[in-house]
Structure formats: structure tokens, C-alpha cells
């Protein structure tokens, strides 16, 4: 290539082997993720000895072959094919959400030529509806098929399409519909110009005009790397980064859109009753509150009510307080705690896991598609290249793959793993490496995880058993292990803490039937913290470096990107005032951050552990014996839009 002899693995394209020495080779239609169509004709190079240029995305390398990518005559078909798609084009980068980062303007800048030779009138096409998330000006498409293919390889939904032929070839829906997909924004990403735009960005602000920042999603356990972009002090929009071994450009559109509810409906000013307003509850600010504050907490007895969403630092900052004061604080979980003794995860690389499965995938009583988007789509990704066989019980829902589905009864779907349904216990025998998710509706109908996973390890030695938690925090929150809530705990005269918990129907029991003092904790304003004593501002993942734990048990911390009031505060901060220790000599104190912390570095060295060794930590602890209730599985998120706080105080959502 270009004069350079290198020796590359077979039956890849010219493209990629380029690409494995640094040389650029322009592209529209080539992507990654996404099957080769060849049909942008903008990758073309030079072969010795060939009459024509060659697509270099399409065409596999031989050996002996001489390449040339940069030639006159290379340059000239590139500069062909750029007039050609500027054809139609519609001259409106001024407007274009695009402009700035459109790979078209990048081309035309360094392959397209000064001048144009085109005279005639432009052809448009018909805009297309796809839902409120995606904006489209169908005249700027090129046609280079990447959302068809997304769609289809990826989406699993068919929902674009190509129609008619020639010059008259248009993207478009075959009926009009909603693109419904929980990671349909990803065609915004993958579009190389300005047919497909970000609706709630359009004509907010130029690529120039924003700040980057990198940070995590915590809208699920996945913790997929994003970039946000921000104005002064406003959010304006998130995307994907690229991580080939964790998220692979890909984020739900959770994690895309819930941006704009960090400023909409914020606790912005501590509040509390006033001697002045007869106990009437006012806006009083930090420096009167804190007083108050730090004698409630200290003269009586403290219940905090925590559930899976609270970071990682606030729960070891509670932990330390619990043990400090043992007689006056207690710390509740809301969250059923259905781990074991001794805790541990042997996710360690997620990547590895998927890309080996060779027989089949089992989804027990779990709906990837809502409880962890990213998950799912990585394992379709899996499935459409392989002859991996799919099946599923517990929770029937709309796949988008093809699926066994089994029985919804949550006692008898592990007759399956016995042998006593057909087919399937020959697929899980017959399978080398299989892999068995298990899911939170079954989690919650089980006496112990921690023993169901060892039993079926135990069943198929062979299998690898995967437990994504909801939510960002959830490994760190079993980890921790705090009591659940009793009726005993509600009778009890004490001060309840409420720290970032959902307003929901059992928060709101506790709220009613405690007799003493309320204190609401939360990023943003609902109904049931007009009914407590005190209602007090906290700071949202955007504004703070919180740490959290992701279902690999690796730890992933936030940045800290806009500040939308000096009011709002981090959890551990807050209790670091009121209980009188620094919040940095908690976590110097605690050694399982440290060897979390150690392991989340090491991770790359983690993998060469024997994995025997790793299964049988697992089974120290546990009970062989998992009591398996006979109610049905209930699927606990209900919209995948509105899943927490953050996500239901979305306009956008």
C-alpha cells in the first residue's frame, strides 16, 4: 500500500488495512457496526495492473497485491464521485444542524472541486415523520444507506428502506410510522450529513459555539461513555463516544434526551419551618437551615431511606455513619436485598463474554430490551452473524429477534435447565459456552440471587449466568447490603431522611405514617416533598464527580459540566457537615473502594485469573437450596421513558 509492504491477517478489505497503518481512506456508506453495502463509491483506490479503481470497502486484499490511494488519477474519481452526490444536495449549510461537523462538507472541502458544472434545477424530496426524537430533511441524503442497515442489523425493526431506483432512490419508511425503538437516536450519530438531526437540538447552537465534556449515563447499570455538549450554563445535547470494547457507539435514548431535566422543576433553595411563618415551611437558605439541621440529626434517632439510583460515595459515607453512631441511625434500603452473605460478581468483561457465546442465550425473566438497551443490542449484534440460539421465560414482550419463548411460570421455567422441555435442555447441553441473564423480576421472586446463580452454574458448568441490575448503582448497593424497610421501622418515633429516593406509593406510606420530623432529599420537586419538614437541594450527576458501579464491577465516575445553583449539594458532602468528618477521610478509611478501585484499573490483568477459581468464590456463603415464589413476574419498568426522577422531569421524555 502506497509503497509500504505489510502483512495483514485474510479476507479483509483494502479499507481495513489501510486503516491498520494509519492511512485515511474517505467513506460514506462504511461503517464499523454495520454490514458492507459499497454503494457511496468514495473509498475508491488504485490496484496495479486494474483497468478501473476499485471500492476499497468491498474488495478483500490478496497477497502480492499493490495498492495505491493517493494517485492523480485516485483523485480524480474521488472528486467525480463528489460532484455526483452534490447533484441534489441543497446548498443550506447555513441552516443545516450539521454544518461543522458534516463529513460531506469535509470531502467536498478536500476532494470536490472550486467550480460547479451543474445548471439544472435541484430534486427534493418529501421529508419523513419518525417520531418526536428525529428531525428530517430528506433532500440532504446521500443515500448511503447507513439507517436502512441500522435499523435492520441493529434496531431489529425494518423501519427504513430504500424506494425506487436510479436517480429517483429515496430513504423512507415503507408505511409511515413511529420509529419505536429504545436506541432509534443512534441514527443521528451514523448519519454523515444533515438528513437526520437531533429535533430538540435543532437551531439551538453551532458546533463551535459548545464546550465538551466526557462523562457516564447512569440512566442504566451500563454505564455507556458520552460526551456532553454545553452553552454557558445549559445542557444542550449528548452523544455517544466511541468505545469499541464497552459501549461500541452506541447509547440508549435515555442517556441521549434526559439532559434537559437538569434544569426543569429543580430544588433550587433549602427549605424549612420558620418561627417567624408560625413553623409555616419557607425558603430559608443553607446558613439558617444548617443549624437546625445539625441539632435534628445529632439529638435524635435518624432513619435514611435509600434505594439502587444513590451513588457510591453517599453509600459509604452512610455506611461509615452507621457504624459511628449504631444506637441513633439507621440506614433502610427500599430496594428488596436478595443477595447472600458473601457477595460477589464474576462479570468481568462483558465483551468477552458476549463475543464467546457459541450455543445459545436464555433471558430468565428479564426484558433487555428496557431494563438495559446497550445489552441487548450487543447480544443482536451477536446473533445476526452467528447460529446462536435464543430463548426466553419469565417475561414475554416484544423482541426484536427471533426467540424460544418457554412459559411464563416462574417455578417451572427451570424445568428447562433439567432437561424436562424439549429442545432446550439439548441446546444448553450441547453448548460450549452459553449464556444465561438472569433479570430483576425474578430476582425479586427468588429467596436468595446469589444461591439461584450457583444452582445453575451448578446445572450447566458450562454457562456463564449474567445479573444486570436496573439501575446505575445497583452492584454497588448490594455490595453495601443495608436492612430492608419493616413495619417495625415505621412505628418507631425517628427522623426519616429521604436521600434521592423515587416518589412512590411506599415512600409516601412512610411519609404518612411517621409521626416526627421529614426530611426530603432530592435533585427536583414532586408532590410528596411539599409534605415534608424539610425539604433540602441536591446536586444531579451533572454537577458533582460521583462515583458509581456498573454490573462488571467496574468503577466509572462522572464529571462535573454545569452548575445550575450553588445551593444544590452531593449527599456526602451534606452528611459530612452535619455528623462533623470529612467526606476524603471516609473514603481513605474504607478498603473496598480502594481494592474496587484497584480492580476497575486492573481489569485487563483480571481477565487472565482462572475462571474456576472465580466461580467457586461464588459459591462460599450460599445456601444450595433457592426457594422460588409461584406469583408471576412483574416487569418493574413499566416505560422505558420514564424510569426514574431524572427521566420523568423530562420535557423531552
Same mark, same amino acid.
Given at each position: 500500500i502506497d509503497d509500504l509492504e505489510i502483512s495483514v491477517k485474510p479476507n479483509i478489505s483494502i479499507l481495513e488495512a489501510c486503516k491498520l497503518i494509519g492511512i485515511h481512506i474517505p467513506r460514506f456508506c462504511y461503517h464499523e457496526l454495520l454490514s458492507v453495502s459499497g454503494n457511496c463509491r468514495m473509498c475508491l483506490v488504485e490496484i496495479e495492473n486494474a483497468e478501473k479503481p476499485a471500492a476499497s470497502c468491498v474488495t478483500e486484499v490478496e497477497n502480492g497485491m499493490s495498492i495505491l490511494s493517493n494517485t492523480p488519477f485516485v483523485l480524480k474519481a474521488r472528486e467525480n464521485v463528489v460532484e455526483a452526490l452534490l447533484l441534489n444536495h441543497p446548498l443550506d449549510c447555513p441552516i443545516c444542524d450539521q454544518a461543522g461537523e458534516c463529513d460531506l462538507q469535509d470531502q467536498v472541502k478536500k476532494h470536490g472541486s472550486n467550480y460547479s458544472r451543474y445548471f439544472f434545477k435541484k430534486t427534493s424530496v418529501e421529508d419523513k415523520y419518525c417520531g418526536p426524537l428525529i428531525k428530517t430533511v430528506m433532500t440532504r441524503c446521500i443515500a448511503c444507506t447507513r439507517c436502512v442497515r441500522y435499523t435492520s442489523e441493529i434496531a431489529g425493526l425494518d423501519f427504513y428502506g430504500t424506494l425506487n431506483r436510479g436517480g429517483n432512490t429515496e430513504i423512507s419508511p415503507y408505511v409511515p410510522s413511529f420509529f419505536k425503538s429504545e436506541i432509534s437516536g443512534n441514527v443521528i450519530d451514523l448519519c454523515p450529513v444533515g438528513a437526520l438531526t437531533s429535533r430538540p437540538y435543532a437551531s439551538k447552537a453551532r458546533p463551535w459555539e459548545l464546550r465538551l465534556a466526557e462523562t457516564i449515563d447512569v440512566s442504566d447499570s451500563f454505564h455507556s461513555t458520552v460526551y456532553v455538549n454545553f452553552k454557558e450554563t445549559e445542557i444542550v445535547r449528548v452523544s455517544s463516544k466511541a468505545s469499541v470494547d464497552f459501549n461500541i457507539n452506541l447509547i440508549s435514548d435515555k442517556a441521549r434526551y434526559n439532559y434537559d431535566a437538569n434544569s426543569i422543576n429543580r430544588i433550587i433553595a433549602a427549605s424549612g419551618p420558620s418561627t417567624v411563618t408560625k413553623d409555616k415551611k419557607v425558603k430559608l437558605g443553607w446558613k439558617k437551615l444548617l443549624p437546625k439541621l445539625e441539632s435534628l440529626v445529632l439529638d435524635s434517632k435518624v432513619n435514611f431511606f435509600v434505594d439502587e439510583k444513590i451513588d457510591f460515595d453517599s453509600l459509604l459515607m452512610l455506611q461509615k455513619i452507621q457504624m459511628m453512631y449504631p444506637t441513633n441511625v439507621s440506614v433502610k434500603s427500599l430496594t428488596l436485598n436478595k443477595n447472600g452473605n458473601f457477595y460477589t460478581n464474576t462479570n468481568l468483561n462483558l465483551d468477552e463474554i458476549v463475543t464467546n457465546v457459541d450455543g445459545c442465550v436464555f433471558f430468565l425473566g428479564t426484558n433487555p430490551k428496557i431494563e438495559?438497551?446497550?445489552?441487548?443490542?450487543?447480544?443482536?449484534?451477536?446473533?445476526?452473524?452467528?447460529?446462536?440460539?435464543?430463548?426466553?421465560?419469565?417475561?414475554?414482550?416484544?423482541?426484536?429477534?427471533?426467540?424460544?419463548?418457554?412459559?411464563?411460570?416462574?417455578?417451572?421455567?427451570?424445568?428447562?435447565?433439567?432437561?424436562?422441555?424439549?429442545?432446550?435442555?439439548?441446546?444448553?447441553?450441547?453448548?460450549?459456552?452459553?449464556?444465561?441473564?438472569?433479570?430483576?423480576?425474578?430476582?425479586?421472586?427468588?429467596?436468595?440471587?446469589?444461591?439461584?446463580?450457583?444452582?445453575?452454574?451448578?446445572?450447566?458448568?458450562?454457562?456463564?449466568?449474567?445479573?444486570?441490575?436496573?439501575?446505575?448503582?445497583?452492584?454497588?448497593?448490594?455490595?453495601?447490603?443495608?436492612?430492608?424497610?419493616?413495619?417495625?421501622?415505621?412505628?418507631?418515633?425517628?427522623?426519616?431522611?429521604?436521600?434521592?429516593?423515587?416518589?412512590?406509593?411506599?415512600?409516601?406510606?412512610?411519609?404518612?405514617?411517621?409521626?416526627?420530623?421529614?426530611?426530603?432529599?432530592?435533585?427536583?420537586?414532586?408532590?410528596?416533598?411539599?409534605?415534608?419538614?424539610?425539604?433540602?437541594?441536591?446536586?444531579?450527576?451533572?454537577?458533582?464527580?460521583?462515583?458509581?458501579?456498573?454490573?462488571?464491577?467496574?468503577?466509572?465516575?462522572?464529571?462535573?459540566?454545569?452548575?445550575?445553583?450553588?445551593?444544590? $449539594? @452531593?449527599?456526602?458532602?451534606? +452528611?459530612? &457537615? /452535619?455528623?462533623?468528618?470529612?467526606?476524603? =477521610? #471516609?473514603?481513605?478509611?474504607?478498603?473496598?473502594?480502594?481494592?474496587?478501585?484497584?480492580?476497575?484499573?486492573?481489569?485487563?490483568?483480571?481477565?487472565?485469573?482462572? $475462571? @474456576?477459581?472465580?466461580?467457586? +468464590?461464588? &459459591? /462460599?456463603?450460599?445456601?444450595?437450596?433457592? =426457594? #422460588?415464589?409461584?406469583?408471576?413476574?412483574?416487569?418493574?419498568?413499566?416505560?422505558?421513558?420514564?424510569?426514574?426522577?431524572?427521566?420523568?422531569?423530562?420535557?423531552?421524555?
Open positions: 438495559n438497551a446497550i445489552l441487548n443490542a450487543k447480544i443482536r449484534i451477536k446473533l445476526k452473524d452467528n447460529l446462536v440460539k435464543l430463548f426466553s421465560s419469565g417475561l414475554n414482550f416484544d423482541y426484536n429477534f427471533l426467540n424460544s419463548f418457554i412459559n411464563l411460570n416462574a417455578s417451572k421455567m427451570f424445568r428447562g435447565i433439567d432437561g424436562k422441555i424439549k429442545g432446550f435442555g439439548d441446546s444448553m447441553a450441547q453448548s460450549k459456552r452459553s449464556l444465561i441473564v438472569v433479570g430483576n423480576s425474578l430476582k425479586n421472586r427468588v429467596s436468595n440471587l446469589n444461591s439461584l446463580q450457583t444452582v445453575i452454574k451448578k446445572m450447566i458448568p458450562t454457562a456463564t449466568v449474567l445479573y444486570a441490575g436496573l439501575y446505575a448503582n445497583t452492584e454497588a448497593f448490594n455490595l453495601v447490603k443495608f436492612q430492608n424497610v419493616s413495619a417495625y421501622d415505621l412505628k418507631q418515633k425517628k427522623v426519616n431522611f429521604f436521600a434521592k429516593t423515587e416518589d412512590n406509593v411506599l415512600v409516601r406510606n412512610i411519609l404518612k405514617k411517621s409521626s416526627d420530623k421529614s426530611i426530603w432529599f432530592n435533585t427536583h420537586n414532586s408532590d410528596i416533598a411539599e409534605e415534608a419538614s424539610y425539604v433540602l437541594p441536591a446536586a444531579s450527576h451533572f454537577e458533582q464527580e460521583r462515583t458509581y458501579l456498573n454490573f462488571e464491577h467496574q468503577l466509572h465516575t462522572t464529571s462535573k459540566i454545569v452548575e445550575i445553583c450553588k445551593a444544590c $449539594k @452531593s449527599l456526602d458532602s451534606l +452528611l459530612a &457537615i /452535619l455528623y462533623r468528618f470529612s467526606s476524603t =477521610q #471516609v473514603l481513605n478509611e474504607t478498603k473496598v473502594y480502594d481494592y474496587l478501585k484497584e480492580s476497575s484499573n486492573a481489569s485487563q490483568n483480571l481477565k487472565n485469573i482462572n $475462571k @474456576s477459581f472465580i466461580n467457586s +468464590l461464588s &459459591i /462460599l456463603g450460599n445456601v444450595e437450596k433457592v =426457594q #422460588v415464589s409461584k406469583y408471576p413476574l412483574i416487569q418493574e419498568i413499566g416505560n422505558f421513558y420514564l424510569s426514574d426522577t431524572f427521566s420523568r422531569n423530562s420535557a423531552i421524555m
